[in-house]
C-alpha cells in the first residue's frame, strides 16, 4: 500500500462571509491570535508525515504564496538586530515543506478545487484539509486519518457528531459507529434537510483519498448550490468500494464563520502559554461588569 505523502489544501474561495477584512487579502491570511489561519492546516499536515502539500488558490491569494516563501529583508533586519528567535521562526515558515500552487480559475465548487490536483497527486493516496478548518488535538487530526488509511485502506472520511439541527451544514455519512471510531459509509449527502438526513455524523474538512476520485469527478455534475460537491463524487465511490468514516479526536473550529473564527482566537489565545494569564484575567474582568 502506497504511503500518503501528499496532501492537497483547497483555498480559493472568496470569503465573501468576511468582508470587507477579506477584500483585499486572502481569509485564510487572518490571523488566529499571532498566526494565519492557514499556517494551522499546513503544520497539521506536516506533523502528520506529509512532505508535499499542494494549495488551490484563486485571484487575490499571492498573499499565500508570500507567507510561505522567505522575506529576505525581514529575514536581514531581525539579523542584523540580533533578533535570533524571530528569525529562527521565519526561516522554519519558508522550509516547513515543498509546497506548491495551482489555481482554481473559476469557483466551481470543492469536488472541482480537488480535481485540480490531479496532476499533481497522479497515482498515489493523498490527504485534503480544508482551509477554513482547524482542527486542535493531541495526534493531529490527518495523521489519525493516515493511521485509518493504512489499517483499512480505501477512502477515509473525518466525521465527528454535530447536533440534529446542524446538518443542514454538511456533507452526512449514511453509517453507524458500532462501538469504535470506523464505520462503512453506505452514502453521503450533501447539506440534507434534517428530516432527511440519514444521520449526525458529519464531513468535517479531513479526507484520505485515493486517486481514482478523479475519475469520478471528471463527469460529476454540478449538485447543491450549483456547484461541483465532493460529496456526490464521494456517494458515488462508495457505491463502488470500500470507504470509511473516521470518527477523529478533536475539537473543530470553523474559522471561515465569524463565530468560529472568535471561538478559535480564544480558545488558542488561553493556550499561548504568553498570554493565557493575562487574557484569562481580561476575560474574568470583562465577564464582571
Same mark, same amino acid.
Given at each position: ?9 483547497? +483555498?480559493?474561495?472568496? $470569503?465573501?462571509? *468576511?468582508?470587507? +477584512? /477579506? ?31 499542494? #494549495? ?9 504564496? =508570500?507567507? %510561505? ?23 522554519? #515558515?519558508?522550509?516547513? +515543506? ?27 493516496? *493523498? ?21 485509518? %488509511?493504512?489499517?483499512?485502506? @480505501?477512502?477515509?472520511?473525518?466525521? !465527528? ?9 454538511? $456533507? ?5 459507529? !458500532? @462501538? @469504535? ?22 464531513? &468535517?474538512?479531513?479526507?484520505? &483519498?485515493?486517486?481514482?476520485? %478523479?475519475?469520478? &469527478?471528471?463527469? /460529476? ?7 461541483? !460537491?465532493? /460529496? ?15 470518527? *477523529?479526536? @478533536? ?9 468560529? %473564527?472568535?471561538?478559535? /482566537? ?10 493565557? =494569564? ?6 474574568? =474582568?470583562?465577564?464582571?461588569?
Amino acid at each position: 500500500m502506497s504511503k500518503v505523502k501528499k496532501a492537497v489544501i483547497p +483555498a480559493a474561495g472568496l $470569503g465573501t462571509r *468576511f468582508l470587507p +477584512a /477579506t477584500k483585499a487579502q486572502p481569509k485564510e491570511m487572518l490571523p488566529i491570535v499571532d498566526k494565519p489561519a492557514i499556517q494551522y492546516v499546513v503544520e497539521e499536515a506536516v506533523h502528520s508525515g506529509i512532505e508535499d502539500i499542494l #494549495i488551490i488558490t484563486g485571484r487575490n491569494k499571492r498573499a499565500i504564496e =508570500d507567507h %510561505f516563501d522567505h522575506c529576505l529583508e525581514v529575514e536581514q533586519t531581525l539579523r542584523s538586530k540580533g533578533k535570533e528567535e524571530e528569525l529562527r521562526m521565519l526561516e522554519e #515558515i519558508s522550509r516547513m +515543506a515543498d509546497i506548491h500552487y495551482v489555481r482554481q480559475k473559476e469557483p466551481q465548487g470543492l469536488g472541482h478545487a480537488i480535481y485540480c490536483a490531479r496532476k499533481f497527486v497522479r497515482d498515489e493516496p *493523498f490527504a485534503v484539509l480544508l482551509g477554513d478548518d482547524i482542527i486542535n488535538s493531541e495526534v493531529p487530526c490527518t495523521r489519525q486519518l493516515v493511521s485509518a %488509511f493504512e489499517e483499512k485502506g @480505501g477512502t477515509i472520511i473525518g466525521v !465527528q457528531e454535530v447536533e440534529w439541527s446542524a446538518v443542514h451544514k454538511y $456533507g452526512v455519512v449514511s453509517g453507524a459507529l !458500532q @462501538g @469504535g471510531p470506523l464505520c462503512r459509509v453506505e452514502g453521503i449527502v450533501e447539506k440534507p434537510a434534517r428530516e432527511a438526513a440519514p444521520s449526525n455524523l458529519a464531513a &468535517l474538512g479531513r479526507y484520505v &483519498l485515493e486517486p481514482e476520485i %478523479f475519475s469520478i &469527478l471528471e463527469h /460529476t455534475a454540478p449538485g447543491a448550490g450549483g456547484e461541483i !460537491q465532493l /460529496t456526490d463524487a464521494l456517494n458515488e465511490l462508495a457505491q463502488q468500494k470500500e470507504v470509511w468514516a473516521y470518527a *477523529f479526536k @478533536g475539537k473543530r473550529y470553523d474559522v471561515g464563520d465569524k463565530l468560529g %473564527f472568535l471561538e478559535a /482566537t480564544v480558545e488558542y489565545a488561553l493556550r499561548d502559554g504568553d498570554l493565557a =494569564d493575562d487574557f484569562r484575567r481580561y476575560l474574568r =474582568d470583562l465577564m464582571g461588569r
